[in-house]
T-cell receptor, first 113, second 115 residues
């Protein structure tokens, strides 16, 4: 079974802090994704990566950056956290192929105070 | 670009009743479609996927979905709801371009099951 592990289930940070959310997958998947999920808004794609050191903006990249130095690890960075970034963050990975599903981690519930 | 519409952000059924969650897609090419389930405070789990092999797709936990090209629909059903089915359900369509592919998700439908 594919395992996608997010480093924290719950995280509390302060406004202005630099925040790192880590995601690791164990199946050698090329593609990795970061979403945020808010009530009534569904999943919104922040950034994704289709190869090491490659990144693409999703629908809501403002205020975020990402890093993918190794194939198995994809990090989401909040450069200067703000209260409107309080949300559930989900990481996913998938292999190449239009018929392939994404595999999700359990999510990180981030609160910015 | 592809898009997905889920009709009804909230659906409520009685235990033992039919579950019907609606999904319509927009795609310029034959689509690959997915249903996911999310239990409280968890990530998304794949229920089933359509990849053109058969129009009726069976998934986990007794769910199935039927692909209807003429209606551009991929509705999710379960004959008899169980309390444990209470969760949020997401429909998604695959999109690919150049060197990457990703999923486009609907807004989700929250299913409540009452005794």
């Amino acid at each position: 079974d594919v395992k996608v592990t997010q480093s924290s289930r719950y995280l509390v940070k302060r406004t202005g802090e630099k925040v790192f959310l880590e995601c690791v997958q164990d199946m050698d998947h090329e593609n990795m994704f970061w979403y945020r999920q808010d009530p009534g808004l569904g999943l919104r794609l922040i950034y994704f990566s289709y190869d090491v050191k490659m990144k693409e903006k999703g629908d809501i990249p403002e205020g975020y950056s990402v890093s993918r130095e190794k194939k198995e690890r994809f990090s989401l960075i909040l450069e200067s956290a703000s209260t409107n970034q309080t949300s559930m963050y989900l990481c996913a990975s998938m292999v190449w192929g239009l018929n392939q599903p994404q595999h999700f981690g359990d999510g990180t519930r981030l609160s910015i105070l | 670009a592809q898009s997905v519409t889920q009709l009804g952000s909230h659906v409520s059924v009685s235990e033992g009743a039919l579950v019907l969650l609606r999904c319509n897609y927009s795609s310029s090419v034959p689509p690959y479609l997915f249903w996911y389930v999310q239990y409280p405070n968890q990530g998304l789990q794949l229920l089933l996927k359509y990849t053109s092999a058969a129009t009726l797709v069976k998934g986990i936990n007794g769910f199935e979905a039927e692909f209807k090209k003429s209606e551009t629909s991929f509705h999710l059903t379960k004959p008899s709801a169980h309390m444990s089915d209470a969760a949020e359900y997401f429909c998604a369509v695959s999109e690919g371009s150049g060197g990457y592919n990703k999923l486009i998700f609907g807004a989700g439908t929250r299913l409540a099951v009452h005794p």
